[in-house]
């Protein structure tokens, strides 16, 4: 984590996940530099929310995770249901 990413950022982003698992990286192969990031699902709800914090956090895995490697990102759900932007 950078540390301009603050403890209380992180906490705020977990708060937004089902059982505060907020993504992090577990995984990455030695050959192409994919990653498997897991997390919970986030908690949009009925209205769809949005959590600032969240949307950040990912953000700042994609850039670091990607920074050494030329990455195309697939977003997948266990859910079924996947919307991406």
């Excluded at 950022?9 to 996940?17: G, H, V």
């Excluded at 950040?56 to 490697?69: G, R």
């Amino acid at each position: 984590m950078p540390s301009s990413f603050t403890d209380e950022t992180l906490q705020s982003a977990a708060k937004f996940r089902a059982l505060c698992r907020f993504p992090s990286a577990v995984w990455r192969s030695k050959d192409t530099g994919m990653v498997l990031l897991r997390s919970s699902q986030p908690s949009v709800g009925l209205f769809c929310t949005r959590s600032e914090e969240d949307e950040n956090l990912m953000q700042v895995n994609l850039t670091y995770l990607s920074a050494d490697h030329q990455t195309s990102w697939r977003l997948a759900s266990a859910s079924g249901e996947c919307e991406c932007e």
